[in-house]
């Protein structure tokens, strides 16, 4: 049967469905069947508010997927700096950041050093944190 041999009804159905793609999705889905749907648009019309349920989920799609591409343009951006990047002079920023990170902690060795022997000369205090005194 083609197209041009269904009730005219049924074809401006047909339309009206177009415009709203998530009603095919509860039909998969069981929520709902055609000819429910058919019913419901026959006796309720296209303007009745019920459709705005199909509509607001079709947008709330749009917008999920257009965030979906904007998460893969900065995925994308990251690999192409990722393969741009220059292997050998990452490594040598690296071992400079290392030896920078290492000249740091012997200056802290130093200082710590300084304080352990400040804390070997008072061994009383450090043994007794708190001092209890009885009134």
Known sequence: ????????SVQKFKQFVKKY?????????????W???Y???????EEDPKWNVFQ???EAKKES??????????????????KNMDTNQVQHHISNLSEAIGAIQGVLLQFQG????????????RQHPFA????
């Open 114 to 125: 300084d304080n352990a022997k400040n804390t070997e000369e008072k061994p009383a205090e």
């Open 21 to 33: 793609p998530e009603m095919a999705n509860t039909v998969r889905n069981n929520e709902n069947t």
């Open 39 to 45: 019913e419901d648009w026959y006796l309720l019309g």
């Open 35 to 37: 000819q429910e749907l």
């Open 65 to 82: 997927t257009k965030s979906g591409s904007e998460e893969k343009g900065w995925v994308n951006h990251i690999t192409g700096i990722l």
């Open 56 to 58: 607001d989920v079709g």
């Open 132 to 135: 209890f005194r009885k009134d």
């Open 1 to 8: 049967m083609e197209n041009n041999e269904l009730h005219p």
